[in-house]
C-alpha cells in the first residue's frame, strides 16, 4: 500500500510546508527544502543555516519564505504568489541526507 499526499493551490495562492524532525539534535543541522518535477533532478528551493543564514533559488526569491523553529524541531516554507513552475513534489532535508517523504504540489486552476 502506497499513500500519496497532494496539495492543490490556484496560481497567485499561497502554501505553507511544514516539516517535523525526529532522532536528531533539529538545532545542530541545516534545513532546506528541495522540489522535483519529472524528468528533473532534485533543485534547491531554500535553505536556512543553523545561525539563520537564508539563501533561496532565484525563481522563488521574493515570494517564497523558509523559517526554522529549533524549539520545535520544525523547518517551514511559506509559498506565496505561486505558479504553474511551482508545481513539483517538495522535500524537506535536514542535516545529512535526512530527507522527507515528499509531498506533490500543482498550482492549476
Known amino acids: 500500500v502506497q499513500l500519496v499526499e497532494s496539495a492543490v493551490v490556484q496560481p497567485g495562492g499561497s502554501l505553507r510546508l511544514s516539516c517535523e524532525a525526529y532522532?536528531?539534535?533539529?538545532?545542530?543541522?541545516?534545513a532546506t527544502w528541495y522540489r522535483q518535477v519529472p524528468g528533473k533532478g532534485r533543485e534547491q528551493v531554500a535553505g536556512?543555516?543553523?545561525?539563520?543564514?537564508?539563501n533561496y533559488l532565484d525563481a522563488v526569491s521574493g515570494r517564497f519564505t523558509i523559517s526554522r523553529d529549533d524549539a520545535k524541531s520544525k523547518s517551514y516554507l511559506e509559498m506565496n504568489r505561486m505558479t504553474l513552475e511551482d508545481s513539483a513534489v517538495y522535500f524537506c532535508?535536514?542535516?545529512?541526507?535526512?530527507w522527507g517523504q515528499g509531498l506533490q504540489v500543482t498550482v492549476s486552476s
Open positions: 532535508h535536514v542535516g545529512s541526507g535526512n
Open positions: 532522532g536528531l539534535i533539529f538545532g545542530n543541522n541545516r
Open positions: 536556512i543555516s543553523t545561525d539563520g543564514q537564508i
